[in-house]
């Protein structure tokens, strides 16, 4: 059988191109499956026949197909929901506690080989711790000392997770349902509260009115009791100098001008229509100067 030369170069040419394709498609899936493009957040733990490499990225990592295996790890903080667990307290009491867990992985490798599932070994190892922690503290506690039983969790929990390249960074516990009854008895205590401190406040107003009152009729009392004292040392002043101005007036009458004084009250005296007059001794004992200067005068004349 002759074939021709035209239809087996072109068998050929066909042939070659099949083959370039083939190759180019090998290249392509070799070099997809050979780089990786790792994210700041991410790192990839390569494995080689088994073996753990060192810790690759952020950025291109060439790895080789087949025989090396990447895993990759987020370093981003994440978190953890543990539902409702029941608990027993030191004295007994059951109550329903859930919570979360916020970590982060800070050892790559160690994330990925000495622990399987992270996240359910972190919710068996925090149920079980949870338990422990609550059995040591009585229902009051628990109730009121929640910050203390969040920092009691991390510090166990990180204690654990340490060896497995990953640090607890916080826990909160977001709700505590003590038994129906306590709850009950907490309603009531609250209620009981409530009331005293609305007795304790309007006892309190009341207090603080009256001592306000009390305060005012004070310095109203103050006020006046100076107000009176000011009048009264006002007119002690306004008599003392009268006093004074009178005095210094009477310093500057002499026996005569007071003799002329009491002529004049007794001619006063005479024109009235009385009848009886009472002298005062004092009177003629003060006339007697002026009577004997008159009598002088008059014998003075007749001489």
């Not at 042939?15 to 070799?30: N, S």
């Not at 210094?248 to 004084?261: F, V």
Request: net charge neutral; proline share 3%.
């Amino acid at each position: 059988m002759n074939i021709p030369f035209n239809s087996f170069t072109l068998q050929i040419g066909v042939g070659q191109e099949a083959l370039i394709f083939l190759v180019a498609i090998i290249i392509l899936a070799f070099l997809f499956y050979s780089i990786k493009i790792v994210r700041e957040y991410q790192r990839i733990v390569v494995f080689r026949f088994g073996r753990a490499l060192a810790e690759k990225g952020p950025g291109i990592v060439f790895i080789y197909p087949i025989i090396d295996v990447p895993v990759r790890v987020d370093l981003r903080e994440r978190f953890l929901t543990i539902p409702h667990q029941t608990c027993i307290t030191k004295d007994n009491a059951p109550v329903d506690i859930d919570f979360i867990i916020y970590f982060k992985v800070i050892n790559a490798s160690d994330s990925v080989i000495q622990v399987q599932n992270f996240e359910g070994a972190a919710m068996g190892i925090a149920t079980t711790t949870l338990r422990a922690v609550i059995g040591d503290i009585a229902l009051d506690e628990v109730l009121s000392k929640r910050e203390n039983i969040n920092a009691i969790l991390r510090t166990k929990l990180d204690e654990v997770t340490t060896r497995w390249g990953v640090k607890i960074t916080n826990v909160e516990i977001r709700e505590i349902l003590p038994p129906k009854n306590v709850q009950d008895a907490m309603i009531l205590q609250m209620s009981a509260e409530r009331s005293r401190r609305a007795v304790v406040t309007e006892a309190e107003g009341k207090k603080q009115a009256t001592v306000t009152v009390a305060e005012g009729d004070k310095q109203s009392n103050i006020l006046r009791a100076e107000g009176d004292r000011q009048a009264a040392i006002l007119r002690a002043e306004g008599f003392a100098l009268a006093l004074t101005t009178i005095y210094n007036a009477a310093k500057e009458i002499d026996q005569k001008t007071l003799a002329l004084q009491y002529l004049d009250m007794l001619k006063n005296l005479g024109s009235s229509s009385s009848t009886k007059y009472i002298i005062p001794m004092e009177f003629t004992e003060m006339l007697r100067p002026f009577t004997e200067t008159l009598k002088n005068a008059a014998n003075s004349n007749n001489k």
